[in-house]
């Protein structure tokens, strides 16, 4: 029985280094936020940087593995065989659920789900104790549980979101009115004092959060550290200052740019070090309670493993700095290399980004509702504040306008290094706060709410976006609270199966999460293909005529083999009667009119990037959406009434009907490759050749109608037969107009 906990201490292990992949895969985004987003610095920098921070944080995180031990259980409550259990259940529990919210691209809290998944597994662990004694009641439960901390989490669950945002937003706003957007051309002594301030925050932070847990630092140094906090804060302040000044007048250097890169060395030097403990913790403690178990100076008696109680985990024991160090050699590994890190951290600099973006979220009621009150609050103080005090309020808020090269839109800044400082001075202060105040608060609470915050007093959530935006924030809160939810019950469910099965459950349920995670991985790989599918529409970039002609050719080569390829799949699924493949037909459409309605949200940027010589490239690109966005309106009602029909099982299409739909469909995919041809080769000369085309094509569409007519007046026996086959041709008479109007007007355009 013995080897049992051998096979649990090394399958923990190795669950602790996936742990780490997954966690630092989805809190990345917690430091290099405000450095990729700002493009202060070269992207490699910024990961040497964090890379830094991580090694130094990592060899500080010794003292916060305590959490893992004693923090949410009173482990004295506890044999020995059932720390392992609520240990197995909790790594098997975090490793999957991390990697769920890295497959979906969405920002959790490591520390939240390490703690309730303790909580979950320690509380059904205690209940089933307590239903085993014959002395003991389920009021008992609070021996069990470390009620007071628990609740000390919960709470700084809730105050962190609010107080981080609320504080990022004032520290920002303040900023701004002070700096400007044109902040680069203010004195240099202002420069120097704010970098003075943010290097000063930032330091204090080093001190208090990276000293604190560091197990290699005499004790002595801390002490006077912490005894003389003050004082070294208002030094710090002179040097940083004078530093920030010399930087600036004399080596020319950007201090902005410096903030930033001591700032994430801090951000990332708290995540190892506040973090670790999330993914090694408990597999540590596991280690470290087997060694209890297995010590003769400790179980004297040599007691069993259902006899042992876990009384010495209440005590404080140093983790050794070589799985210190190895922890963040992995964490760093993970850093370079995770695909799903960046996915992560799109969609955090999307939701603070100064310009448009596309949009990931869509509003919902909450988002709306949020903003039209805002708008109200707004609206309220336009009225009470007087005009020449807004509009110098107003003044400071004014952006330049930036000039890119073409093509090079893409390489702007999600936001300034205004922004970017403040999000990671104003971090720093408030996890170093509530650090020195010993709560328990989640990095990536406070730094992504914080960078929302400065986001909203940025003005960054425009009238265009706001509502994007905001339903983003709602999304990623609530699975912040869903984290937490899920994280319970589940780690509580596995460990009473582990409880039940002992070593085959536990063989079970590694298999399980393996399978799980492998079938993640597959599904993310695929979703990162079809995100840059060969057929995909590309945005008009060109400023030309000639250029939109060229560009826009192979998006209409694009659209017109996605059109026959759904075509025929409506056909082909009407004839058989497949749901299945309408379905699937139905989804392809709605996918293509996406890309259309991105292309046409598109146009207010295009027609400011133009040559002022070539506004009628404006006209024509307008032009060729709508003849686009109408072949996709006229395919998604083909493909929506078709689906409809066969998913109510209403009576199949006659055969003569069938017939001649595949007619057209014939007809249809012939006329469609002569197309694709014409405009993959750029031989529009020949585009004559397919006008002449179209009334053939309307001739045969009127002859199907008549003998549709025919038919209705003479065998047809189902309305519902009829509608759909009159809808059927008509709408295809309007998606063969607009595909004669395109290529009409490109026939013209390109002469």
């Given at each position: 029985m013995d080897n049992i906990y051998i096979l649990m201490i090394v399958a923990l292990a190795v669950l602790a280094i996936a742990d780490l992949v997954v966690g630092v895969s989805n809190d990345a985004v917690n430091f290099l936020n405000s450095a990729v987003g700002s493009k202060a610095i070269s992207f490699r920098t910024i990961m040497i940087v964090a890379s830094l921070g991580i090694a130094f944080g990592a060899l500080s995180s010794s003292g916060m593995m305590e959490v893992a031990r004693k923090g949410i259980f009173v482990p004295g409550e506890f044999y020995f065989n059932e720390i392992m259990i609520i240990f197995m259940a909790v790594m098997i529990t975090d490793i999957l659920l991390l990697d769920f919210f890295n497959t979906i691209g969405m920002p959790t809290s490591t520390t939240v789900s390490i703690v309730f998944e303790l909580l979950g597994?320690?509380?059904?662990?205690?209940?089933?104790k307590i239903s085993k004694s014959e002395t003991e009641t389920y009021l008992d439960l609070l021996n069990y549980i470390n009620t007071e901390k628990a609740t000390e989490i919960i709470l700084g669950i809730l105050l962190s979101v609010v107080i981080a945002f609320s504080i990022g937003a004032l520290i920002q706003y303040i900023s701004r009115l002070l700096l400007t957007f044109k902040f680069e051309k203010k004195p240099s002594y202002i420069g120097a004092l704010f970098g003075g301030i943010a290097a000063t925050a930032i330091t204090y932070f080093i001190f208090i959060k990276g000293l604190k847990g560091t197990s290699f630092i005499p004790s002595d140094f801390k002490e006077l550290v912490f005894n003389n906090t003050l004082t070294i804060v208002l030094i710090s302040f002179v040097i940083w200052t004078a530093l920030c000044s010399l930087l600036m007048n004399v080596f020319k250097v950007n201090v902005y740019k410096f903030i930033i890169a001591i700032g994430t060395f801090a951000i990332a030097m708290a995540f190892a070090g506040n973090d670790l403990v999330n993914f090694i913790g408990v597999p540590i403690a596991a280690w470290q309670s087997y060694q209890a178990w297995i010590d003769p100076l400790v179980n004297t008696g040599g007691l069993a493993a259902e006899a042992f109680r876990m009384d010495v985990m209440a005590q404080k024991v140093p983790t050794p700095t070589l799985l210190l160090l190895a922890a963040g050699l992995v964490m760093v590994l993970t850093l370079w290399f995770s695909k799903k890190a960046k996915k992560v951290l799109k969609t955090s600099i999307d939701l603070s980004s100064q310009d448009s973006v596309k949009e990931r979220f869509e509003p919902n009621y909450f988002s709306r509702g949020l903003v039209k009150l805002s708008m109200l609050i707004v609206s309220y103080n336009k009225a009470i504040i007087p005009l020449s005090i807004r509009r110098k309020f107003e003044k400071q808020f004014e952006k330049p306008i930036i000039k890119m090269a073409q093509g090079k839109k893409h390489e702007l800044p999600a936001f300034d290094m205004v922004r970017a400082a403040v999000n990671l001075m104003v971090a720093s202060i408030l996890i170093s706060i509530a650090t020195s105040m010993k709560l328990p608060l989640?990095?990536?609470?406070?730094?992504?709410?914080?960078?929302?915050?400065?986001?909203?007093?940025?003005?960054?959530?425009?009238?265009?976006?706001?509502?994007?935006?905001?339903?983003g924030v709602l999304n990623v809160i609530g699975g912040w609270f869903f984290t937490a939810?899920?994280?319970?019950?589940?780690?509580?469910?596995?460990?009473?199966?582990?409880?039940?099965?002992?070593?085959?459950?536990?063989?079970?349920?590694?298999?399980?999460?393996?399978?799980?995670?492998?079938?993640?991985?597959?599904?993310?790989?695929?979703?990162?293909?079809?995100?840059?599918?060969?057929?995909?529409?590309?945005?008009?970039?060109?400023?030309?005529?000639?250029?939109?002609?060229?560009?826009?050719?192979?998006?209409?080569?694009?659209?017109?083999?996605?059109?026959?390829?759904?075509?025929?799949?409506?056909?082909?699924?009407?004839?058989?009667q497949d749901s299945g493949k309408l379905k699937k037909s139905r989804e392809g459409v709605e996918k293509l009119a996406k890309e259309v309605d991105e292309l046409r949200d598109h146009i207010f940027y295009f027609i400011q990037n133009l040559d002022e010589t070539s506004v009628r490239g404006s006209y024509f690109y307008i032009l060729i959406l709508s003849y686009l966005t109408d072949i996709s309106q006229s395919l998604q009602y083909l493909s929506k009434a078709s689906y409809k029909h066969v998913k109510n099982n209403h009576k199949a299409l006659r055969f003569n009907q069938i017939k001649d739909l595949q007619e057209i469909d014939e007809s249809f995919e012939n006329l469609i490759i002569d197309i694709k041809e014409i405009f993959d080769n750029r031989e529009f000369h020949k585009l004559q050749g397919i006008i002449l085309r179209k009334e053939k094509a309307f001739k045969d569409i009127y002859g199907m109608i008549e003998r549709q007519i025919t038919r209705t007046r003479t065998v047809e026996s189902s309305p519902k037969n009829t509608t759909l086959y009159f809808s059927l041709l008509m709408e295809t008479k309007d998606l063969v107009t607009a595909l004669m109007n395109l290529v009409e007007e490109y026939h013209q355009s390109s002469k």
């Amino acid at each position: 029985m013995d080897n049992i906990y051998i096979l649990m201490i090394v399958a923990l292990a190795v669950l602790a280094i996936a742990d780490l992949v997954v966690g630092v895969s989805n809190d990345a985004v917690n430091f290099l936020n405000s450095a990729v987003g700002s493009k202060a610095i070269s992207f490699r920098t910024i990961m040497i940087v964090a890379s830094l921070g991580i090694a130094f944080g990592a060899l500080s995180s010794s003292g916060m593995m305590e959490v893992a031990r004693k923090g949410i259980f009173v482990p004295g409550e506890f044999y020995f065989n059932e720390i392992m259990i609520i240990f197995m259940a909790v790594m098997i529990t975090d490793i999957l659920l991390l990697d769920f919210f890295n497959t979906i691209g969405m920002p959790t809290s490591t520390t939240v789900s390490i703690v309730f998944e303790l909580l979950g597994a320690a509380v059904v662990m205690s209940l089933i104790k307590i239903s085993k004694s014959e002395t003991e009641t389920y009021l008992d439960l609070l021996n069990y549980i470390n009620t007071e901390k628990a609740t000390e989490i919960i709470l700084g669950i809730l105050l962190s979101v609010v107080i981080a945002f609320s504080i990022g937003a004032l520290i920002q706003y303040i900023s701004r009115l002070l700096l400007t957007f044109k902040f680069e051309k203010k004195p240099s002594y202002i420069g120097a004092l704010f970098g003075g301030i943010a290097a000063t925050a930032i330091t204090y932070f080093i001190f208090i959060k990276g000293l604190k847990g560091t197990s290699f630092i005499p004790s002595d140094f801390k002490e006077l550290v912490f005894n003389n906090t003050l004082t070294i804060v208002l030094i710090s302040f002179v040097i940083w200052t004078a530093l920030c000044s010399l930087l600036m007048n004399v080596f020319k250097v950007n201090v902005y740019k410096f903030i930033i890169a001591i700032g994430t060395f801090a951000i990332a030097m708290a995540f190892a070090g506040n973090d670790l403990v999330n993914f090694i913790g408990v597999p540590i403690a596991a280690w470290q309670s087997y060694q209890a178990w297995i010590d003769p100076l400790v179980n004297t008696g040599g007691l069993a493993a259902e006899a042992f109680r876990m009384d010495v985990m209440a005590q404080k024991v140093p983790t050794p700095t070589l799985l210190l160090l190895a922890a963040g050699l992995v964490m760093v590994l993970t850093l370079w290399f995770s695909k799903k890190a960046k996915k992560v951290l799109k969609t955090s600099i999307d939701l603070s980004s100064q310009d448009s973006v596309k949009e990931r979220f869509e509003p919902n009621y909450f988002s709306r509702g949020l903003v039209k009150l805002s708008m109200l609050i707004v609206s309220y103080n336009k009225a009470i504040i007087p005009l020449s005090i807004r509009r110098k309020f107003e003044k400071q808020f004014e952006k330049p306008i930036i000039k890119m090269a073409q093509g090079k839109k893409h390489e702007l800044p999600a936001f300034d290094m205004v922004r970017a400082a403040v999000n990671l001075m104003v971090a720093s202060i408030l996890i170093s706060i509530a650090t020195s105040m010993k709560l328990p608060l989640s990095t990536t609470y406070v730094t992504f709410m914080v960078a929302m915050g400065t986001s909203l007093a940025d003005r960054a959530w425009g009238s265009d976006s706001a509502v994007y935006r905001v339903a983003g924030v709602l999304n990623v809160i609530g699975g912040w609270f869903f984290t937490a939810f899920i994280a319970f019950i589940s780690a509580g469910t596995l460990a009473y199966l582990i409880f039940i099965g002992e070593g085959t459950m536990i063989a079970v349920l590694l298999f399980i999460a393996l399978l799980l995670l492998v079938r993640n991985y597959i599904s993310h790989k695929k979703k990162s293909k079809v995100s840059i599918a060969h057929d995909e529409l590309k945005i008009a970039e060109s400023s030309t005529v000639q250029g939109i002609i060229e560009e826009s050719a192979d998006n209409i080569s694009k659209v017109v083999s996605r059109t026959t390829k759904i075509y025929s799949s409506i056909v082909t699924g009407l004839a058989k009667q497949d749901s299945g493949k309408l379905k699937k037909s139905r989804e392809g459409v709605e996918k293509l009119a996406k890309e259309v309605d991105e292309l046409r949200d598109h146009i207010f940027y295009f027609i400011q990037n133009l040559d002022e010589t070539s506004v009628r490239g404006s006209y024509f690109y307008i032009l060729i959406l709508s003849y686009l966005t109408d072949i996709s309106q006229s395919l998604q009602y083909l493909s929506k009434a078709s689906y409809k029909h066969v998913k109510n099982n209403h009576k199949a299409l006659r055969f003569n009907q069938i017939k001649d739909l595949q007619e057209i469909d014939e007809s249809f995919e012939n006329l469609i490759i002569d197309i694709k041809e014409i405009f993959d080769n750029r031989e529009f000369h020949k585009l004559q050749g397919i006008i002449l085309r179209k009334e053939k094509a309307f001739k045969d569409i009127y002859g199907m109608i008549e003998r549709q007519i025919t038919r209705t007046r003479t065998v047809e026996s189902s309305p519902k037969n009829t509608t759909l086959y009159f809808s059927l041709l008509m709408e295809t008479k309007d998606l063969v107009t607009a595909l004669m109007n395109l290529v009409e007007e490109y026939h013209q355009s390109s002469k």
